[in-house]
Each structure stands twice: as C-alpha cells, then as structure tokens.
C-alpha cells in the first residue's frame, strides 16, 4: 500500500457516536488517513459539525444504534451512496453509576442497549454489505471494565463484557464463512472525553473505591488522550492489521496490568 496515500486510503467507514469523544478523534482520523467517514450520532447538530470540520471526505447521518431501523436505514444509505463499506467501528456507549445493587433497571436496560445492542445490530446489518466491498474490518469498543470489575459501574462492566465476548463470535463467524471480514475490540481506560469529563464525580468514586488516592496515583491510571485510542482504531480498521482477527487491543498504560496489586 503507498502510505503516502493514507492507510486507510479509498476505504468507505462508518463511526458512531462520532459527535464527541473517541468517535470524533476516530473519525477525523480515519478521514485524515484517506477515508470516507460517515459521522453517525444521535446528537445531529454536533455530528454535522464534526462532518463538516472534516471536509468533503465526511457526511453525518442522524441515528439511534439502539433502533434496529435507523441501522437498516443508514447501511442502505451507505451502500446506495458508496456501493461499499469496508469500516466499521462500533463506537457508541455511554455510563451511568450503579453497583450490584443499586442499579435501576431502566439505567441496566439503556446501558445494555446503547453499548450491546448496538454492537449486535451494527454487525448484523453491515457484514452483508461488508462481505461484497473487499477487506474490511469491524471494530468494537469495549473497555477496561470488561476486563476487571468496577463495582460502581456494574451494568457497563456487563455491556463491555458482552461486547468483548461477542466480538469473537462475530470474528470467527466472518472467517469460517470465507468472508474478508475481520472484527476485533478495542479497550481503553479512562480517556479525557466529554463522557468522562461529565463523569468526574463517579470517577472519584471509582478511585476511592479501588483505594486510589487522586493526588498520590500512579502515571499509568493517568487519563488518556482520545487519539491514544483513535490510533489503535486506524490500526485496526487498515489493511495492515490483516492477520490481527477476533483479539482484544487493549489501551490502558498498565492499568490493567496492575490490577490488583497492592503497593
């Protein structure tokens, strides 16, 4: 490939949650790299001002990945736009705090939906159109939390976990079907996004419940910045990732290799 051109030159992807955050950094880079992106969010002012911060390589589309329809829309859109889809990055999640048993149902059933469910839909409604445009890559962001528990974000441990087990089964299913597609799941600790900015209470508490003290902790639980994980993405998303298939990336400088540990 002519790096020149972009690693991810000629390729069509599509980010959700892009109006902020990791979908954002995601998508501008994406772009950057010589990709077409579809900016999707729910929020349709600010993805069309990402979309139009990116240029002529970017549209946004409003869309709930929660809504099985919205997908089916958005792909035909896709594909009667481009012909093709050969990204994927399932990037849409949100938190809400809660333990084991304080969780409300409401918040356990939307967590589920925006991260899992999404995830689901998105990979049922893109392999048929992504199994026609050549290789192409599925991406899913989990998290940290699918890999250790945090107890006050019960139900978003359960969503990511979900994700990082089915993205496995969507890797395997692409690869005995003879399909170019591959599908792996990226996992980030804490990232300086909006979502964990708007967070920052809940993440005291985090740290106060693993024992952490804020002014004392170490440089590997520091925040992350959302290009250390949009990085990884385009990694992921490009062709030179082609024998990487149905593995997890996790982001996090040593977070979770420390877990546990008592200094």
């Known amino acids: 490939m002519n790096a020149s051109a972009g690693r991810v030159a000629g390729k069509v992807a599509i980010v959700t949650g892009a109006a902020s955050g990791l979908g954002r950094a995601t998508?501008?880079?994406?772009?950057?790299?010589?990709?077409?992106?579809?900016v999707t969010d729910?929020?349709?002012d600010q993805a069309r001002k990402v979309a139009d911060s990116i240029g002529e390589s970017a549209i946004s589309v409003v869309h709930d990945v929660t809504d099985e329809e919205s997908w089916v829309s958005l792909i035909g859109e896709v594909e009667s736009r481009y012909g093709k889809l050969n990204i994927l990055v399932n990037n849409a999640g949100i938190v809400t705090p809660g333990d084991a048993e304080s969780t409300t149902v409401a918040d356990y059933?939307?967590?589920?939906a925006v991260s899992m469910d999404g995830v689901f839909f998105g990979c049922k409604y893109a392999i048929p159109l992504m199994k026609?445009?050549?290789?192409?890559?599925?991406v899913n962001m989990s998290s940290i939390a699918a890999l250790v528990g945090e107890s006050v974000v019960a139900a978003y441990c359960a969503a990511?976990?979900?994700?990082?087990?089915?993205?496995?089964a969507v890797a395997v299913h692409c690869t005995r079907s003879g399909y170019q597609i591959r599908c792996n799941s990226v996992h980030p600790s804490g990232i300086d996004t909006p979502m964990v900015q708007g967070f920052s209470s809940e993440m005291s508490e985090i740290n106060a419940a693993n024992g952490v003290d804020q002014e004392t902790e170490s440089v590997g639980s520091r925040l992350g910045e959302p290009d250390d994980v949009a990085y990884a993405v385009l990694y992921l998303a490009s062709d030179e990732a082609k024998f990487t298939n149905g593995t997890e990336l996790v982001i996090d400088n040593t977070v979770t290799a420390t877990a546990g540990v008592v200094p």
């Open 27 to 38: 998508a501008e880079l994406l772009a950057r790299e010589g990709a077409t992106v579809v």
């Open 132 to 138: 026609k445009s050549g290789l192409s890559s599925i």
């Open 160 to 168: 990511k976990g979900a994700v990082r087990s089915y993205t496995r």
């Open 109 to 112: 059933k939307r967590i589920m």
């Open 42 to 44: 729910i929020n349709a």
